[in-house]
């Protein structure tokens, strides 16, 4: 009934295979945290911006620190 998911289902047989930083998941807890924040009206879009400036930087920073 629905073309699309004839499509996905193909799509499934072959996964590709994406790099992708090590922090990844890290850094979307944050953004999704602080974008939510912003979205219900808690923070502003400047406190926001700030905000996920400087803990993504401090993420990525620690793991560079990790591996040196």
Known sequence: DHPH???LLE???YPARRYQA???FDLH???TEHIQAMVT???S??????????LGQE???AYWESVD
């Open 5 to 7: 998911i004839v499509t």
């Open 29 to 31: 807890r944050v953004f």
């Open 45 to 54: 879009v400047d406190e926001t911006a700030t905000t996920l400036q400087s």
């Open 41 to 43: 009206g808690q923070a």
């Open 11 to 13: 799509q499934v047989e």
């Open 22 to 24: 090590p922090f990844h």
């Open 59 to 61: 993420i990525v920073d």
